[in-house]
């Protein structure tokens, strides 16, 4: 079992930056590939980037690519999206997940955080 909680979201201007950071507990947290998700109201909930439990592997939305980088620490159990070159378009609730393996689809994950609010201003 994993438990996962965001932190890092707030107000931000378009062309700034943010860090999300997810902190995992549970024993077996390093054996889990992560993602992050975003959703705003009235649309699906999309995976943005995601990384394999080893972090050899990471995946990214064509829309963040260049932008956003994901990585993890799994001596801190801890998962990070470094967020660049925001734009209002980025605005969303922002969620970690873990699964086995890193998949687009949110029903491919098992365990999910809370979600953390990115508002970019233009």
């Known amino acids: 079992q994993v438990q996962l909680v965001e932190s890092g979201g707030g107000l931000v201007q378009a062309g700034g930056s943010l860090r999300l950071s997810c902190a995992a507990s549970?024993?077996?947290?390093?054996?889990?590939?992560m993602g992050w998700f975003r959703q705003t109201p009235g649309k699906e909930r999309e995976l943005v980037a995601g990384i394999s439990w080893r972090g050899g592997s990471t995946y990214y939305a064509d829309s963040v690519k260049g932008r956003f980088t994901i990585s993890r620490d799994n001596a801190k159990n801890t998962v990070y999206l470094q967020m660049n070159s925001l734009k209002p378009e980025d605005t969303a609730i922002y969620y970690c997940?873990?699964?086995?393996?890193?998949?687009?689809?949110?029903?491919?994950?098992?365990?999910w955080g809370q979600g953390t609010q990115v508002t970019v201003s233009s």
């Open positions: 549970g024993r077996t947290f390093s054996t889990y590939a």
């Open positions: 997940a873990a699964g086995k393996t890193v998949v687009v689809g949110p029903r491919g994950y098992d365990y």
